[in-house]
């Protein structure tokens, strides 16, 4: 029963770990998604470490209820995760995809326009996804062929950063660190007590990266943080070669700088560049293959790992730093920097805007004036909202957000509000206020559509 259930759970987490990075990435905006994403990763990353405190406090019981508790504890984290799972909104570009404009709308409204329907900020942002939608339909590109063959940089770079992640060792200190510290001197218990304290400053790194993701960028935390591992890995060879008396205290502190660098740069950012770089027809698959190559990496070093230790022993620690020097090269010349990049924009980014048919992305694809750090600030598509205005992309082709009859004058978000019916319109919102789905046009609008609280439709419908 304990296999089948780690498999259970096993494939729980392998489809959350692909499935939460791609909705985090689709609900932000281009001026916090980094943040958004960083602060998704510390809740991660404070899992770990109530996981490793757990089990040092359960060390001390006797019986077979240490190793039942901490079990019960995943148990209860997983009952409120799938309990908050039944009350968020969908992600907005999955419904318009799927031609569920209204209710895309409603969610755009709440995200963008604080409830209001008619806020110019959101109703642009439904032309700009519904725009995107409508060419990759065009195009027809959703197989795993068609996204090597045209978006190879992108799904190599996705698969490469996930990569790097697990061999540039960080699996060696969270799976293996009593191991580590053993190895520097520590012994039984106190092993797993330095563990817990690595694992409290691991947490605390995670944090600055939500102030810095997105006014620094990608690029230079993760070069900073490829240097700050390769310095600490390489004292930490060192110190445990030469055995001396300051061996078990400088190995803990230089493991904590590891992984505070690691947690700061190459923990949370190789999460956000898959869904973030990755255009909305594969997204879903380009990021469900990074994450496999991540968790195909994790097994392979926590499977060599304990050989490795034993075999060649503090020189170990020198074979992750040179994947870390790999990962500096990777970024300095292969990573662009996507930091304020519309997720429509991206295609610009890397220079494989569609040519399904002439739109101002196609068009600015051979122009340098159309690019990041444009000489001309305004075509800067850091700097200018939707520059690729769907509205003159293809003369004639409506894409405006279908209309809605949320009550006169009424906000989506607002509770109370009533229609003519009597019901309340409270709409919006990321708890209670879901709606209902009905697939329409952006071509027809449906008039008076009136929206309800998914499971609250009246009986007699």
Not at 43 to 64: E, L, P, Q, R
Not at 165 to 180: C, K, M, R, T
Request: aromatic letters at 10%; hydrophobic letters at 40%; proline letters at 5%.
């Amino acid at each position: 029963m304990m296999m089948v259930g780690r498999i259970v759970a096993g494939l729980g987490v392998g489809a959350l770990s692909t499935i939460v990075p791609v909705y985090q990435s689709e609900i932000s905006p281009p001026h916090n998604r980094g943040k958004l994403a960083c602060i998704e990763f510390t809740g991660n990353i404070s899992g770990y470490a109530a996981s490793v405190w757990v089990d040092y406090f359960c060390s001390f019981i006797d019986n077979n209820y240490s190793w039942r508790l901490p079990l019960l504890c995943q148990c209860i984290m997983g009952a409120l995760l799938g309990l908050g799972s039944l009350i968020i909104c969908e992600s907005p570009r999955w419904l318009l995809d799927n031609d569920y404009d209204e209710e895309g709308m409603v969610v755009i409204a709440n995200l963008y326009g604080q409830g209001d329907l008619h806020n110019d900020k959101a109703r642009q942002e439904y032309r700009e996804i519904k725009m995107d939608v409508l060419l990759q339909r065009q195009e027809g590109e959703r197989s795993y062929t068609d996204m090597f063959k045209r978006y190879k940089k992108r799904v190599l770079i996705a698969m490469s950063a996930q990569a790097l992640a697990q061999l540039n060792g960080i699996n060696v200190i969270s799976y293996y660190a009593p191991l580590v510290f053993e190895s520097a001197g520590w012994a039984g218990r106190d092993a797993i007590l330095m563990t817990g304290i690595n694992a409290i400053s691991y947490l605390a790194s995670t944090v600055p990266p939500w102030y810095l993701v997105d006014r620094w960028g990608r690029r230079p935390i993760l070069l900073s943080g490829a240097v700050a591992m390769i310095v600490s890995l390489s004292l930490i060879s060192y110190f445990i070669f030469i055995d001396v008396a300051a061996t078990p205290t400088l190995t803990v502190i230089l493991v904590m700088i590891y992984n505070a660098a690691f947690g700061a740069s190459w923990g949370p950012i190789p999460w956000l560049y898959p869904p973030e770089i990755l255009p909305l027809s594969i997204r879903a698959k380009g990021a469900s293959l990074s994450t496999a190559t991540n968790w195909a990496f994790n097994w392979l070093v926590g499977e060599l790992t304990p050989i490795l230790q034993a075999v060649i022993k503090w020189r170990l620690y020198l074979v992750h730093a040179f994947f870390c020097a790999c990962s500096f090269v990777l970024v300095y010349f292969l990573y662009p920097e996507t930091s304020g990049v519309r997720l429509e924009d991206m295609d610009t980014l890397f220079g494989d805007a569609t040519t399904a048919m002439p739109t101002p992305a196609s068009q600015g694809e051979r122009g340098s004036l159309m690019g990041v750090s444009s000489p001309v600030p305004s075509l800067d598509i850091r700097r200018q909202y939707g520059q690729f205005g769907p509205e003159n992309a293809i003369p004639g082709l409506d894409i405006d957000p279908p209309i809605i009859n949320a009550g006169e004058n009424a906000k989506v978000g607002q509770r109370g509000s009533q229609d003519g019916g009597g019901r309340l319109e409270g709409l919006g919102g990321w708890i209670s206020n879901m709606v209902s789905r009905h697939k329409g046009s952006s071509g027809q609008r449906l008039q008076g559509t009136q929206y309800r609280r998914l499971g609250q439709d009246d009986e007699n419908e």
